[in-house]
């Protein structure tokens, strides 16, 4: 059975999107996972196919109903019982790299993407759904937040990526930024490769690359350090890479 991942939103023609291309639309087209995207106002019961209404307490905007994404979720759940139900939303809990393995893992994912000012919090009490957030940020709405997800998710499933170990050496992987890359040609504006690239001395590359992934990370990225207790050897890997960002 391949990975699958149903998407609950308002806009269901964003989907798939930008991952109908490269790896990702390639091991779609090959059947390594699948998607389904659900339109949420399909599960209206009203002529106006209406998914939410005025803030309880006034306020600015329009809240997404429970009772209409209860049965978009419930959908869902018929459709991939053992999938986990995410709620993209500034207000969860912060997607990592450690989050995205255990999903890519499993046997898909159900996203519900929010819309408006939010979600009634009842939704969360009366279904088991998991919010996320893909940063300290807010997005125009839950659906571009699906794709990021989705993207690192795919990724990472077999078949998908050019060689087994791929992605290893990448950044977050260790609790570190990823080394600094380089390419043909050797010298441009007056700027060239680090000499131990073109040494052929794979033990003093493997070292070079450690201390720029940790140097890298302590200048820019702190909190890893801190959140790892300190910098971890990189595992090797020799695999190919594409659209990285």
């Known amino acids: 059975m391949s990975w699958d991942a149903t998407v609950l939103t308002l806009y269901p023609e964003m989907f798939p999107g930008p991952l109908g291309q490269s790896l990702a639309g390639r091991a779609l087209a090959e059947g390594l996972w699948s998607m389904a995207a659900v339109h949420i106002r399909d599960f209206a019961t009203d002529k106006h196919r209406s998914v939410d209404d005025t803030p309880a307490g ?52 159900s996203i519900l993407c929010g819309r408006f000012e939010g979600i009634d919090e009842r939704l969360f009490e009366a279904r088991p759904i998991l919010p996320i957030s893909v ?12 794709l990021v997800l989705l993207d690192a998710c795919v990724r990472l499933l077999p078949g998908v990526m050019g060689a087994a170990l791929s992605g290893e050496e990448e950044s977050f992987e260790a ?34 690359r450690k201390a720029q992934a940790e140097t ?26 594409e659209d990285e960002g």
């Open 58 to 109: 006034g306020g600015a905007g329009m809240v997404m109903r429970a009772d209409v994404l209860a049965r978009a979720v419930d959908h869902a759940f018929e459709r991939n019982p053992h999938a986990p139900m995410l709620a993209m939303t500034p207000r969860g809990k912060p997607l990592t790299q450690d989050l995205v393995r255990e999903l890519a893992a499993g046997p898909g994912v």
């Open 135 to 146: 940063g300290d940020y807010v997005l125009s709405g839950g659906e571009t937040a699906a």
């Open 175 to 208: 609790g570190l930024l990823e080394y600094p890359h380089y390419t043909r040609p050797f010298e441009w504006e007056g700027r060239t490769i680090p000499e131990v690239l073109r040494s052929g001395d794979h033990a003093k590359i493997a070292a070079w």
């Open 216 to 241: 890298d990370t302590r200048l820019r990225r702190p909190d890893l350090i801190e959140r790892h207790g300190g910098a971890r050897r990189p595992p090797p890997s020799g695999a190919r890479h």
